[in-house]
């Protein structure tokens, strides 16, 4: 009898998985059985669906059962749901979901691609919260929306939250968007993510971070939250409500097998996406992956990494020696014309672990600044100040985000150390970037600080240090001091400093600028004169009052409870 493989579940994992494995042998059975309606859809494409972006909704159909059948010779039977696994008979017990007929199929190898399913907190009213995961989720929000709701409530702030905020806009809905959260998007860190909130706002889009939905009314939303001690209560208009709070593993089946799963229900697998049991794969939202920063499994649902594993299981199965490597959960979302981008881990996140973690935050223009239509961008750079490694970056502005972050996404792939960044030799015309890029920059900043030539002080460190002692110097120009003041520095312009730097006290100094590169030359002449306890406000004047911004609760008219 020939080999036989049976996936179960289809889109980008189990779908790679198939694939690449008739690819890779043609001799081979191979069977995909998947309990929706459609294998293979452009998950990623849905919201823009909502929003018109992507009008005709056949578009996000990649492939058909039969399509796949005749290019590859795959059986694919779509609404059939395997109900469950007989590990020592190898095989699998089906259910035609049209039919309600039962049948055993056998089988070598075992690939779960089982998926995730949306979380949906329990809450009065909740039945009528629509998730949005799959095409019929889709339909369900279209036919909602012909209805002429003018209103709708997008609960959850992070990356689907946002692309349904923004197209829900666009299809003339006034959205409030509500993350419990302190800040829209968690993988960024509050300064960076306080400029997305303030462009969603600016843009007519109503932000509530720090607030839960407790219950919904027939075209309300009651949010309840904590603000300066008491308990607030506002209620948010929404005749639609989306529900966007995260996923779950589906991984009920590998747990009725006996299949080790770790604590929040995903399937553990090695380096080769083998489960505990070496017949039993395990691919995409339902397996964990291995955290690139620590090693230690982590879920990470991005259809990227679940294509690359799905492609990875079935070289293994074919007989090819290949391995897994750590997920870096590089992401992106583009939200109303800014696009905010992350890899690896987050400050917040890496000081909750204990991890020593030095910050460098840039706000380079995306391209030359002679060049028409240069924007400024915000960067943030994680480095481990004992190693020198990247541990994570961080990027908002309208263009040339994505660009830097998949180039520094691809330094961490390659191991290359912060200080690295400064060679790297990327491509270099007016219009796209500049002689120094703006991630050249990050390594040149990083390699002063590794090899002490200037240290910093991050913007929440600020009170700290003037609560010590030490004296804060501006050196902006002068219209940009009148313009926006920093409290309780001194103003002394970079071009007049070496003429009046006695007029700075003796002790510790911090000197600040826009963005940093002018406090660090400040700095550095600073410590040429002398000075032997000099630092730079790192990302100057603007990260400090991005930080600043990022600490005051959204303006709400609420009622004041217990």
Known sequence: MSRRTVVVGGVAGGMSAATRLRRLDEQREIVVLERGEHVSFAACGLPYH?????????????????????????????????????????????????????????????????????????????????????????????????????????????????????????????????????????????????????????????????????????????????????????????????????????????RAAGLELDDRGGVLVDAQQRTSDPAIFAVGDAATKRDAVTGEPVLVPLAQTANRHGRLVADVIAGREVRSRPVLGTA???????????????????????????????HPLHHTGFYPGAQTIALKLLVDPRTDEILGAQGVGRDGVDKRIDVIATAMRAGLRASELADLELAYAPQYGAAKDPVVMLGMIADNLAAGLTETVQWHELDAELAAGATLVDVRGADEVAAEPLPGAMHLPLDELRARHTQIPAGRVVVSCAAGQRGHTAARLLRELGYEDVANLDGGFRTWSAGQRSLRPALVEVTAGG
């Open 332 to 362: 992106v979302v583009g939200v109303l014309g800014l696009t905010a981008a992350a890899v690896g881990w987050s400050e917040e996140r890496l000081r909750a672990a204990g991890r020593p973690v030095r910050a460098i935050h840039t």
């Open 50 to 254: 909502v929003g018109g972006t992507i009008p005709e909704r056949e578009t996000l159909l990649l492939q058909t059962p039969e399509q796949l059948r005749e290019r590859f010779a795959l059986d694919v039977r779509t609404r059939h749901e395997v109900i469950e696994i007989d590990r020592e008979r190898r095989e699998i017990h089906v259910r035609d979901m049209r039919t309600d007929e039962r049948y055993v199929e056998r089988y070598d190898e075992l690939v779960l691609a089982t998926g995730a399913s949306p979380v949906r907190p329990t809450l009065p009213g909740g039945e009528r919260a629509h998730v949005l995961r799959d095409l019929d989720d889709l339909d369900q929000i279209m036919a909602a929306l012909e209805g002429r709701p003018r209103t709708a409530v997008v609960v959850g702030g992070g990356f689907v939250g946002l692309e349904l905020a923004e197209n829900l806009f666009a299809a003339g809905l006034k959205v409030t968007l509500v993350e419990a959260g302190e800040h829209v998007l968690p993988p960024l860190d509050r300064e960076l993510a306080v400029l997305v909130a303030e462009h969603l706002e600016a843009h007519g889009v109503t932000v509530r971070t720090g607030m839960t939905a407790t219950s919904l009314g027939p075209d309300d939303v009651l949010l309840e939250g904590h603000r300066d001690g008491l308990h607030v209560e506002e209620r948010v208009p929404g005749e639609l409500v989306v529900l966007a709070v995260g996923v779950r593993p589906e991984s009920g089946l590998a």
